[in-house]
């Protein structure tokens, strides 16, 4: 049986390196898919993998979104002598498996492609015409091919250190492109309902591949905000459900977040997302909730949890307290109450988060979620942990300044149990992590603020001397804002 196996070239976009081991992973675990590692480093945008077949090679790519292309590996060397040998053996050797790509009725392309290199179109056809030993009598078809080939050289990953060889070339049939369509079909910008927070469709759609999403999976995000994660969610075929306590973003009568947006518009809703993009039957509801204080039924049990918890930088980080008033109450039964909110901590939410997670979700289901952190300050022994929950997953991202977030997975390997549970602590980012977010910088908030307000005064004086009027930016938001409300 090891003989069928087949080597294939993995082609991954160089964006979100941290993430790429962790997608596969979770890719080839969801459909049970056996492979084996030809390649050791996980840094290169080319993987050599091998797979028992073509059509297990083809369901990893229908569901990988840092995958641009797979092909089918014909030959591998870093010397140019060695790999023409290769490759005229692999054709040989193969020749009647491989006749019916070199039909005279079969059109071809090939690709030239480089990285960390640039090559003119004379030396891309000069590349071609060394392998004129390929037994190929088709037409070329650059537009619609049957069959196409790329011929791949790999320069090294530092642009400022090119090696003088490659440090490996290869060649291969292109197999299948993997999902990256998606990130520009659910784009942010066309998007009908976003807001501040909203998570880009790639860091989403790697999410929800992350959590295993599968055709008919109950997908929950207890911090929904916009729904983005909803969106990808839904689109991997799962049923989603969410909440926030936030009514305003809920509903969708929140400040709008596109600078040409005056106000939201009436149809604006989580519900029109996922319309937008064909999933509206697989939109469940969201419902405003208190996620400190649980309102769901015990069992209740979902496959996937996926979330981005608010940090206290662009959204609050709020749950509902009640506060001792010495004042009499006012308040008669017919009149609409709002509820009073505080601070709710990282280390609080995190915890709340893992025990909800252990308690509700299906044994072998993941929970996904963000974690902030100050780079200098992290060590594996601040990431949240549970005696239900296994981390699988680890990866980082940079934000700005001296901050990143970290996208956890866990996945539950054990049943809750009331008896006997007990309450794990949670070494979560620092309770200052939103003042010194804003603070950590070289100037406080209210000398850059100070400093942007004498920027605008140089260019209002700078535009006087020139003839123009400046327009009043604080009065055109003042309007905006009176126009919300009317």
Sequence with gaps: MTKLWRKYILWFAQEHVDFRISEFESIVKMFGIQFRPVTEQTLKPFWLVEFPDEKTALLYASRSIALRAIFELYAHSNKFSQFHERLRAHVTGNKDELATYFRPDTSFKITVETYNKHFSQREKIEKIETMDYLPIEGPVNLKNPLVEWWYIEFWGLDPTAVPPEPEEILFGRLLAHGQRHLIKELSLKQRKFIGNTSMDAQLSLLMANQAMVQEGDLVFDPFVGTGSLLVSAAKWGGYVLGA??????????????????????????????????????????????????????????????????????????????????????????????????????????????????????????????????????????????????????????????????????????????????????????????????????????????????????????EMELRGKVPSDGRAKKCELNKARFN
């Design 244 to 461: 926030d306590i936030d009514y305003m973003m809920v509903h969708a009568r929140c400040r709008p977040s596109r600078i040409s947006q005056k106000i939201r518009e009436k149809d604006e809703s989580i519900r029109a997302n996922l319309k937008q993009y064909g999933c509206a039957d697989r939109y469940m509801d969201v419902v405003v909730a208190d996620f400190s204080n649980p309102l769901w039924h015990p069992r209740i049990s979902f496959d996937c949890i996926i979330t981005d918890p608010p940090y206290g930088i662009r959204e609050a980080t709020e749950k509902v307290d009640a506060k001792a008033n010495s004042k009499d109450s006012t308040r008669t039964d017919d009149m609409v109450h709002y509820p009073s909110t505080s601070h709710y901590s990282l280390q609080s939410l995190y915890g709340d988060l893992l025990e909800f997670a252990a308690k509700h979700l299906r044994l072998g289901g993941r929970l996904v979620c963000w974690l902030p952190f100050h780079r200098e300050d992290y060590n594996p022994e601040m990431v949240p942990h549970h005696n239900n929950l296994t981390l699988v997953a680890n990866s980082e991202q940079r934000l700005t300044g001296n901050t990143s977030r970290r996208l956890l997975t866990y996945e539950k390997h054990s049943q809750y149990s009331v008896v006997g549970a007990t309450q794990v602590p949670v070494a979560t980012p620092s309770e200052d992590f939103r003042d010194r977010y804003f603070n950590s910088a070289l100037e406080s908030r209210k000398e850059r603020r100070m400093r942007k307000a004498e920027q605008r005064e140089l260019g209002r004086a």
